[in-house]
Nanobody
């Protein structure tokens, strides 16, 4: 079985910063693309940033220049550095990973449980 566990969310003032982490564990052979999504109240879940195994990144226009995604392949972990936070960044942030397991070499997409980010003065 595979698990993704996020950490690092919290309450921060506008202009502040946070660093989110997501660690994958379990019967993992290889992790391909990893990403961060967010879902604000009453809105659909949206892609924030993604990163390939080789390190190529992609960002939503709304976060370019403020958010930075990175990963540590040796530790099966993806990070999201969030700077210059705005109230509209308030949401539950979910990590996502496309993982190949040892068992039958099957690949599936996995989600973390989410971590709340609240930006408010």
């Amino acid at each position: 079985q595979v698990q993704l566990v996020e950490s690092g969310g919290g309450l921060v003032q506008p202009g502040g910063s946070l660093r989110l982490s997501c660690a994958a564990s379990g019967s993992i052979l290889r992790i391909y693309d990893m990403g961060w999504y967010r879902q604000a109240p009453g809105k659909q879940r949206e892609l924030v940033a993604s990163i390939t195994r080789g390190g190529s990144t992609n960002y939503a226009d709304s976060v370019k220049g403020r958010f930075t995604i990175s990963r540590d392949n040796a530790k099966n972990t993806v990070f999201l550095q969030i700077n210059s936070l705005k109230p509209e960044d308030t949401a539950v942030y979910y990590c996502n990973a496309f993982i190949q397991q040892f068992i039958y070499l099957q690949t599936s997409t996995y989600w973390g449980q989410g971590t709340q980010v609240t930006v408010s003065s």
